[in-house]
């Protein structure tokens, strides 16, 4: 039914916003879309373009849409949709990213989806121009509990991966941008640096996977190492909470 390249896998999301947010987005790569009774209105624009396209669309039951999600978290709605195209960096991208004011997320291994879809989900409402993955923990991207938990902000917001985190961060500082990693012990602390990603160069947050934080290699390649303060009742935060209030008060001050 679809006339897109085969080479290309399909994806299944559920949940509101993230499947309202793929058909107002990318309604051309909607192959199959399910619903509850209850969304058949709100539908009703969707459901003509699906049917101009000749796409299949369905009323089901919710044990219907539990067993084609996987999940008991659809919300009433399951589409399934060619996967999206994966861009890589390049060196014109990372020179633009240098050379505009703006914050681009950069991850290093963060793996766990629902954290993911968190991180894009803050990273989109707070106005990042982008996210930057390693290769390491990318493939999280697969997964429909990412999609759900981002909320819409993995279809807003640009995503690139990359071959090589440590050469894209030389680069893109090369390039005359600002990469800061975020790490407990980061010399530098927020209120360091609240406020200037809203000026020239570029900046670039880099937060590292759940468990282990940033990679050596990584943490060496960034200009500075940046904190989360706290009061010292525990030891650390999740890497979203911590990614979130770094981004914030790095756009925002």
């Known amino acids: 039914?679809?006339?897109?390249?085969?080479?290309?896998?399909?994806?299944?999301?559920?949940?509101?916003?993230?499947?309202?947010?793929?058909?107002?987005?990318?309604?051309?790569?909607?192959?199959?879309?399910?619903?509850?009774?209850?969304?058949?209105?709100?539908?009703?624009?969707?459901?003509r373009g699906l049917a101009a396209q000749r796409r299949v669309f369905r009323k089901v039951t919710d044990g219907e849409l539990e067993r084609l999600s996987g999940s008991r978290a659809h919300q009433g709605l399951v589409a399934v949709l060619v996967s999206p195209m994966v861009v890589h960096t390049d060196a014109r991208l990372l020179q633009d990213l240098a050379h505009t004011p703006g914050v681009t997320l950069a991850l290093d291994g963060v793996s766990n989806p629902h954290n993911l879809g968190a991180l894009a989900r803050t990273a989109a409402f707070l106005g990042a121009r982008g996210l930057l993955l390693a290769e390491q923990g990318a493939d999280s991207m697969a997964s429909a509990a990412a999609w759900r938990t981002a909320e819409g902000g993995l279809e807003t917001l640009p995503v690139w991966r990359s071959r090589n985190l440590v050469r894209d961060l030389e680069s893109f500082q090369a390039a005359g941008g600002l990469a800061v990693g975020l790490a407990m012990d980061g010399r530098q602390t927020l209120a360091q640096l609240a406020g200037r990603g809203r000026h020239a160069p570029g900046w670039m947050l880099v937060a590292g996977a759940e468990e282990t934080g940033l990679?050596?290699?990584?943490?060496?390649?960034?200009?500075?190492?940046?904190?989360?303060?706290?009061?010292?009742?525990?030891?650390?935060?999740?890497?979203?909470?911590?990614t979130g209030i770094a981004l914030e008060r790095l756009i925002n001050g």
């Open 215 to 242: 990679r050596a290699e990584v943490r060496a390649a960034c200009r500075q190492a940046v904190r989360v303060e706290g009061v010292g009742a525990v030891e650390s935060l999740n890497v979203g909470v911590a």
């Open 1 to 47: 039914m679809s006339n897109q390249p085969t080479t290309r896998q399909e994806q299944t999301l559920c949940g509101l916003h993230a499947v309202h947010a793929a058909l107002a987005r990318r309604p051309g790569d909607v192959l199959r879309l399910f619903y509850a009774e209850r969304h058949e209105r709100a539908l009703a624009d969707a459901l």
